[in-house]
């Protein structure tokens, strides 16, 4: 398994597969052939699809500039090895092509050759499921927090610090705007006004939802927040994280224990199914941001690695055959709304597992297994091409 830190990345959104991806891919091929007159970037299926909505060939057209770039839209190829492919080509003045990369956006911003995904080439960590996880956990008398200590890089929790800040501003900065979504669904901003209503109200479940839009208005904005992850479900561990520490009172170090947890249950996933909505749909992304949130905040309230292990798999499991449907490709409707519910319904998942003593029959690594098979299953329509699902009730307008 990957770093935590090739998980939670600081960038812009709207999303982490179809910008942030497509970003890193146009940055090394630009340093790979600086010399190159122009360049032409292929988007292929779902890249393709929602290409436009989500700002794909604006980001590498900024990214390569000032060279002309030239984007050829193949939505009809859709790539066996994943759903977010892309072909970069360098040309010379007489519009040779000097040299090409094919390229896979595999969500969360992470990108990746044919093959090369999840081969274990540069693994942080030695185990690769959660019931491996729990079992050392078990055998040394940790806790997940310790297991991440023990595996990841040296000055994790520095960079777990990063994040939080980052992720805090996000929230901020979201409750502070006011100005209409950009993109043709002329969406108004909810999170100022529903924080309006927790100075009134003072409920948890407003502070929690006030948060959550908070953030993802900001990714919908193309704003700077942290995949959590991915872009699309940047809201989620924000929105419950920070509601909780206000509410309840934990402190900085607490929250960046929680994000460590979430973390490790993040990167099980991207090991073992997918977080990319092109390719399992919306359960890969605000399904298992609700999965990473529910075992933070069960780990916060003092569960047992089985009732944390629970909570997670709770918030994944009830999430299953959740489609990808952005209206217009944007990552708005139902994106963020999605993202208040999913970050409600982590404390629920967590506060059910904690009130069992942890036994369960579905362990979490069989639920990611299921997911990613569901998601697999499903029609193409409904896994981020914006050609089915709520989509549909967008294409007369
Ligand atoms: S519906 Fe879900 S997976 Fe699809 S773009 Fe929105 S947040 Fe991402």
């Known amino acids: 398994m990957e770093s935590l830190k090739e998980l939670y990345k600081v960038g812009n959104g709207p999303s982490s597969s179809h910008t942030m991806g497509p970003q890193r891919a146009a940055d090394q091929f630009k340093n790979k052939y600086p010399e190159a007159a122009s360049y032409r970037a292929h988007l292929y299926g779902s890249l393709a699809a929602t290409g436009e909505g989500h700002l794909t060939d604006y980001i590498i057209k900024k990214t390569l500039e000032p060279k002309e770039v030239e984007i050829v839209w193949r939505e009809d190829i859709v790539k066996e090895y994943h759903p977010n492919g892309m072909m970069l080509e360098a040309l010379d003045e007489n519009k040779n092509v000097i040299g090409d990369w094919t390229i896979y956006s595999v969500g969360g911003g992470t990108i990746a050759e044919e093959g090369m995904r999840n081969s274990g080439e540069n693994a942080t960590y030695p185990h690769s499921t959660l019931e491996e996880i729990i079992t050392w956990c078990e055998q040394n008398n ?27 501003r996000s929230v901020e900065e979201g409750l502070a705007a006011t100005e209409v979504i950009p993109g043709k669904l002329n969406l108004q901003r909810k999170a100022k006004f529903f924080h309006e209503q927790y100075e009134k109200n003072k409920q948890l479940n407003t502070l929690i939802y006030s948060y959550a839009l908070a953030a993802s208005e900001q990714n919908a904005s193309g704003y700077v927040i942290v995949t959590a992850p991915t872009c699309g479900s940047a809201g989620v561990i924000p929105g419950i994280l920070f509601a909780l520490k206000e509410y309840e009172g934990y402190s900085d170090e607490q929250i960046l224990d929680a994000l460590a947890v979430a973390g490790l249950i993040g990167i099980v996933v991207k090991k073992n199914g997918s977080v990319s909505g092109a390719e399992v749909g919306c359960q890969g992304e605000v399904g298992v941001a609700c999965a990473m949130a529910a ?20 918030g994944l499991e009830h999430h299953l055959g959740m489609t990808c449907d952005p209206a217009y490709g944007y990552v708005q409707i139902p994106c963020i709304e999605r993202n208040a519910m999913g970050a409600q319904r982590a404390f629920d998942a967590a506060n059910y597992a904690l009130l069992t003593n942890g036994e369960h ?16 299953d499903m029609m193409d329509k409904y896994r981020e091409t914006s050609k089915g699902g709520i989509a549909k009730l967008f294409f007369t307008c």
């Open 295 to 314: 075992a933070a905040i069960a780990f916060l309230k003092g569960g047992s690695l089985r009732q944390i292990e629970y909570a997670a798999e709770i």
């Open 142 to 168: 940790k806790n997940f927090v310790d297991y991440v200590k023990t595996y990841d890089d040296q000055d994790i929790m520095d960079y777990l610090g990063t994040i939080k800040d980052a992720m805090q």
């Open 361 to 376: 029959h579905v362990t979490f690594d069989q639920i990611v297994e299921i997911m990613d098979e569901t998601g697999r």
